[in-house]
């Protein structure tokens, strides 16, 4: 892997693990009081949705890396990590579903239930970290 590929890589990482640092915070709160604040929600909307995006730019750049044919889609995208054993199948899953959350919070903003973004925030932020796990050891 080239100097400056790792670089855009660790970068990358460096401001997840800062995003995740946040979402984790706002996790903290009561889920009343965070469905009641719009600054707690609007906080956490923003930065699953950066977080998400980093994830998905991050495959990008892997596959840059491996000199792989740009895929179709993200799911393929995940597809090809999964085959070159960067990510399990388990994790492509929650990716897979990870993506299309992240549509719904760009695209169907209007219709976002608080509570699934109070539970993504207590549940899905474990996969992200996973995520970085992986993408980690295969800096080394």
């Known amino acids: 892997m080239s100097t400056k590929a790792r670089a855009i890589i ?30 707690l929600y609007g906080l956490a909307e923003r930065y699953l949705q950066l977080s998400i995006e980093i994830v998905i730019d991050i495959s990008r750049q892997l596959l840059i890396v491996l000199d792989v044919e740009r895929p179709e889609s993200n799911t393929e995208m995940f597809e090809i990590l999964v085959e070159r ?6 994790l492509y899953e929650k990716l897979r579903l990870m993506v299309g959350f992240r549509n719904i919070l760009v695209h169907d903003y209007m219709k976002i239930d608080r509570r699934v973004v109070y539970r993504a925030l207590k549940d899905e932020l474990k996969d992200i970290e996973q995520f970085k796990r992986a993408v980690n050891k295969k800096l080394k």
């Open 85 to 90: 054993k960067i990510i399990s199948r388990k």
């Open 10 to 39: 660790v970068a990358k990482l460096a401001r997840l693990a800062e995003y995740l640092g946040y979402l984790k915070e706002l996790g903290r709160f009561a889920e009343d009081r965070f469905i009641k604040d719009y600054r």
